[in-house]
């Protein structure tokens, strides 16, 4: 891309979007909360992605016409969907039945940290100093915040099964992103979005259907049906294309650093609507993670940038 159109693509409405994107994904640990509290959390995933799969499906045949996919492509699109779709929201929505939605999501915002992480460890990712470090200040600010502050605990296998299924959601993102990375090389975002989120509601109503919850919504109040509508339409449908569009045309580490601000949406909203109180110590925890992944964001970019260099002067 040149840097004209650098210039053009990266537009105030992309940046707005991209905080919008951060403020409807913070509002959806908030969504969950209320919707499993009156639903099954397999019954709310499965209408969630329903609700999502319609609205990608129609803009994927408006932009690019009917999907022809390969094989090969179906065997990536499913294991996203078995990971990033099903298990993610199998551990989110059941992690959301146990600890409180701000908590849940300064534990997610590890997430990038872990990434990196990962990244180095089976993809050979250039490291830094500051990468490592920034590495470690996101794990001890997620052991804070999952410990509520007594990290002893965990030595003592004392910690929760919620925090446990929260832990879990940004270990299937991880596996999701790396699997995305592979999908991108012959899908856009917008057909691999759609792809993931079909294949994963396959498997949320297969195992809705098993555990008899999906139709069992008489008891359902207007909040619960607005929780899932928000869910798939605003927190899925609308967010992920987005977020989609913003990778194209900034890339992905810009996008990626604008995740950093879902917890800080979480926190606030919690507090406001559900009257969620955070302890300091988990506060501090959650500020000691956001600022380990923008350290870690802010090496990768400058390991980047040298590359880049090094590339050019050869």
Known sequence: MSAVSERVAASPATY????????????????????????????????????????LGTLLVVREGWPRWSLAQWLTLTAMGAS????????????????????GALVVALTPALIAASDCLFFG??????????????????????????????????????EWLIIGCAAMWTIYTFLGRRGTRSLSPLAMTFGASVTGWVMLTAAALLQGSLFSLAETSWRGWNAIA??????????????????????????AAFINLVPVSAVLLGAVLLGERLGLVVLSGGAL??????????????????????????
């Open 125 to 162: 990712a250039p490291m830094s100093p500051g990468k490592v470090l920034g590495i470690g200040l996101a794990a001890f600010g997620c052991l804070l915040v999952v410990t509520n502050g007594h990290p002893y605990l965990l030595i003592a296998g004392e910690v929760g099964l919620g």
């Open 16 to 55: 707005f979007k991209l905080v919008a994107v951060a403020a409807l994904w913070g509002a959806t640990w908030v969504a969950a909360r209320v919707a499993v509290s009156e639903v099954a959390p397999l019954a709310v995933a499965s209408w969630r992605f329903l609700l999502a799969a319609l609205v």
């Open 289 to 314: 993670v956001i600022t380990g992944v923008y350290m870690t964001n802010r090496a990768g970019a400058k390991l980047a940038a040298g590359a880049n260099f090094k590339e050019k002067a050869a």
């Open 84 to 103: 990033g779709i099903f298990l993610y929201n199998v551990c989110f929505l059941y992690g959301m039945t146990m600890i409180q939605a701000g908590r």
């Open 230 to 255: 928000f869910l798939g339409l605003f927190g899925t449908a609308l967010a992920f294309t987005w977020y989609a569009e913003a990778v194209q045309r900034i890339g992905a580490t810009r996008s």
